[in-house]
Structure formats: C-alpha cells, structure tokens
C-alpha cells in the first residue's frame, strides 16, 4: 500500500539553527510529493512540492529533494527562525488513488 | 473568496446528533477533498468529487458519514448519529484537476467535537 513515515517529534531548536525532518514513503506508483505546514489555529498551506524523482521542491528557504533510491523526501533549512514553529506534515499523491496520504506530522518549535 | 472556505469553524454536538459540515471550495475548482484529522494525527482521506460525482468514496468510516456536491461547486458532509469517536477537525480541500501536478488547497477545516 501507499504510506508515509515521518520523523516523530516534537522537534525543539535554537533560532538559526539547521533543520532536518525525515520523511520516507512506500508507493505503488509514481506519486508526487509534499511538504504541507499547519501553523496554530490555521489550515494546512502546502510549502513545496517536488512531482518526479530527482526534483527539489523549494520555499520560504526550506527545499527537500525526492530522492527515488532511497524512498526519501527530507525537509530541510538553512536556519530557522521562530516564525517556523508548526506542524510539518509529509504527504503522497498518486493519480489513480486521487487522495493525498499524509504522514502523522512533526511538530517544530523553535526557541529565541 | 480566494481559498477554500468551511462552516463552521465549530462545531459541538451532543452523541446521537446529526451534523452537518459545509465546504465552499475555490471557484473553478473541479476537485474537492475531505480528510478527517483526529488530535496528533496527520489527516486521513474519506471521500473525494469530479465536479458532482463522487469518485471515491472508501475513506469513509462508516455508512453514517455521506457527502453531496450536487451541483458541483459547494459540498456537504453530513455525519448521522454522531459518536464520540467523531470528533476531530474535518478538513476539505479543493485543485483544478485530476493532474498530479495540480496542489490541493485546505480549508481551515471545522473542529467537531461529540459530547
């Protein structure tokens, strides 16, 4: 079946600091794949997006790159700031499902 | 407006209720989404929609949940004799088209809670 497997937090860093949130998939197909963030008390807005292997998905200064061989989709940032305290949220998208498969989140809290 | 807009922001009912959820999506969109979201959980598909036809609709949890387009713009999710294991945000979302390409866009989903 299709899933996503994320790093679990809650993840706490120090403004500037170098984020990594791990996110793996399994796939039947050939999905696309997503970065969504949730901030407190508001929807999910999709961050980046990358739609075949290879691609790096990139915005706000967050990229993640959709690696095939190893199944990843890792988001990354040079350094982070308060205003990027949220929910991080992986997610698939295969055409013939026509349904996104979200992983369980990463909560990100960074400190001044 | 210009994103995905749900009614209501809140929502409680008391177990054995009847609710109702409302979603306006973005005009012109021609796909529309549901996902169920329970506490610390990433969100879960249930049913999605072609314009008025309801493609697929395996996510839903049980025959007491049911969702309409019928005119392909606004959609309803209706959840009848509701359980306390109901509760949780009830997210809809909406994009141009079947391609893969094509990002859904959330609402701010409505928050149900079952007393």
């Known amino acids: 079946g299709n899933s996503v497997t994320q790093m679990e937090g809650p993840v706490t860093l120090s403004e500037e600091a170098f984020l990594t949130i791990n996110c793996t998939y399994t796939a039947t197909g050939y999905p696309s794949l997503f970065w969504y963030v949730q901030y407190p008390g508001e929807g999910l807005q999709l961050l980046l997006k990358?739609?075949?292997?290879?691609d790096k998905g990139s915005n706000k200064g967050f990229e993640a790159t959709y690696r095939k061989e190893t199944t990843s989709f890792h988001l990354e940032k040079g350094s982070v700031q308060v205003s990027d305290s949220a929910v991080y949220f992986c997610?698939?998208?295969?055409?013939?499902?026509?349904?996104?498969?979200f992983g369980q989140g990463t909560r990100l809290t960074i400190n001044p | 407006g210009a994103g995905v807009s749900q009614s209501p922001r809140y929502k409680v009912a008391k177990r054995g209720q009847d609710v109702a959820l409302r979603c306006d999506p973005i005009?012109?969109?021609?796909?529309l989404f549901w996902y169920q979201q329970a506490l610390g959980q990433g969100p879960e598909f249930l049913t999605y929609f072609q314009n008025e036809a309801q493609l697929d609709k395996s996510g839903l949890p049980s025959d007491r949940f049911f969702a309409e387009r019928p005119e392909g713009s606004v959609s309803t999710l209706k959840i009848q004799r509701t359980q306390q294991e109901d509760s949780a945000v009830y997210l809809c979302a909406s994009s141009l088209g079947q391609e893969k390409r094509q990002p859904q866009h959330f609402g701010d989903g409505t928050r149900l809670s079952i007393l």
């Open positions: 005009s012109g969109h021609v796909s």
């Open positions: 990358a739609t075949k292997a290879d």
């Open positions: 997610a698939l998208y295969i055409q013939g499902a026509q349904k996104l498969v």
